[in-house]
């Protein structure tokens, strides 16, 4: 299915067949296609790169697709690490976490820190974080299969 091209977000680098490679659901999804392009929220001037999945419901292309600029990609790319190596050690406290602690990391960006934390205002914080728990195992090789893509091209551009 061809993404879109007159719409706001001006695809430029694109992955139309991302339905067949979408993890657990992958070849049954709606997120069809991944699209690196001009921003939908450009103004004149002022010119962004975005990220975006493409969703369509089988008839027409869903107001549920994505957009996002390439730094906050980034940035769920470091949480998602950060939160995995937590939870490789997680086992040490009995409810996943230091409650006396909540605060995993402070990931120094831009002349601050990205906390990254255990949502303790989660009323169902404990059962949460187990079930959170399962399913990062669950998804261990689907999630482990693209961060050694991702480290291999990231030595590759020399980082």
């Known amino acids: 299915m061809k993404i879109p091209t007159k719409l706001k977000h001006k695809p430029v680098i694109v992955s139309e067949n991302y339905e067949n490679v979408d993890g657990r659901y992958a070849y049954d999804t709606d997120a069809k296609g991944l699209s690196l392009g001009l921003a939908q929220w450009n103004d004149r001037g002022n010119v962004e790169i975005s990220a975006k999945v493409w969703r369509h419901t089988g008839e027409k292309w869903s107001r549920q697709s994505e957009e996002l600029p390439l730094h906050r990609v980034l940035d769920l790319s470091i949480l998602i ?24 990391d402070r990931v120094g960006l831009q002349g601050d820190a990205m906390n ?31 961060l050694k893509v991702l480290s291999g091209m990231l030595k590759e551009l020399g980082y």
């Open 81 to 104: 690490c950060r939160t995995m190596g937590h939870f490789k050690e997680a086992y040490r406290y009995d409810d996943l976490y230091n409650q006396d602690k909540p605060i995993i």
């Open 116 to 146: 990254v934390e255990v949502c303790i205002d989660n009323e169902k914080i404990n059962e949460d974080i187990k079930l959170f728990n399962q399913i990062l195992s669950d998804d261990g090789e689907l999630i482990a299969e693209r």
